[in-house]
């Protein structure tokens, strides 16, 4: 049992370039999540998914984004990157449940550390 | 909507002396409280949550906080720091925001431990 594993754990871009984060968690988890970490900030949600095939903004939702073709997978995508998206970036996922989503913790990942020069 | 404050940025303890890390929170609904831990490099890990059972919630590493409904406050503590203990540690409140229910972090307090 893995957890939650996200690839690539480091990636250094050029402006303008594009990539895809890719989550992965096999607990069967219905919501998956994708946050950024920066420095005083604490993690700020980029956008989040609450079972496969649908997806919804967070916090923070500009210049990225989300698909969820499959439970298990969850992938965050940058078509342009830019110097503002260097930072940490976590997946996580937790249960639904009857008592709600918020009752269950939320499982992370070990992140992806993006810069953008 | 629902809101962590996280008072102090840095703490730093004597290994041995007691760990207090301050929260407090803003709920419109009973909340349910996490305190999570980062340790260098690594992902967030669950210590302890409330979920209005007892208000003393005991976690893991023998930390435990507890939840005080008139200060709003969700303080973690643990008697006697080790120097494991070193790491950035995270409040969040599990809230209905955009009508979905979603976790809301606090900036976190990173704690040092010295020898």
């Known amino acids: 049992n893995a957890g939650v594993t996200q690839t690539p754990k480091f990636r250094v871009l050029k402006t303008g370039q594009s990539m895809t984060l890719l989550c992965a968690q096999d607990?069967?988890?219905?919501?998956m999540y994708w946050y950024r970490q920066d420095p005083g900030m604490g993690l700020r949600l980029i956008h989040y998914?609450?079972?496969?095939?649908?997806?919804a903004k967070g916090e923070v939702p500009d210049g990225y984004n989300v698909s969820r073709l499959k439970k298990q997978n969850f992938l965050l995508g940058l078509e342009s990157a830019a110097p503002s998206q260097t930072s940490v970036y976590f997946c996580?996922?937790?249960?639904?449940?009857?008592?709600?989503?918020?009752?269950?913790?939320?499982?992370f990942g070990p992140g992806t550390r993006l810069t953008v020069t | 909507a629902q809101s962590v404050t996280q008072l102090g940025s840095h703490v730093s303890v004597s290994e041995g002396a007691l760990v207090l890390l301050r929260c407090n929170y803003s709920?419109?609904?009973?909340?349910?409280l996490f305190w999570y831990v980062q340790y260098p490099n690594q992902g967030l890990q669950l210590l302890l949550k409330?979920?209005?059972?007892?208000?003393l919630v005991k976690g893991i590493n023998g930390f435990e906080a507890e939840f005080k409904k008139s200060e709003t406050s969700f303080h973690l503590t643990k008697p006697s720091a080790h120097m494991s203990d070193a790491a950035e540690y995270f409040c969040?409140?599990?809230?209905?925001?955009?009508?979905?229910?979603?976790?809301?972090f606090g900036k976190g307090t990173k704690l040092t431990v010295n020898p």
């Open positions: 996580a996922s937790s249960l639904q449940g009857r008592a709600g989503p918020r009752f269950y913790e939320q499982y």
């Open positions: 607990m069967n988890h219905e919501y």
């Open positions: 998914s609450v079972g496969e095939g649908t997806t």
């Open positions: 709920s419109s609904v009973p909340p349910y």
């Open positions: 409330y979920t209005s059972a007892a208000t």
């Open positions: 969040a409140v599990s809230g209905l925001q955009g009508g979905s229910e979603k976790l809301v």
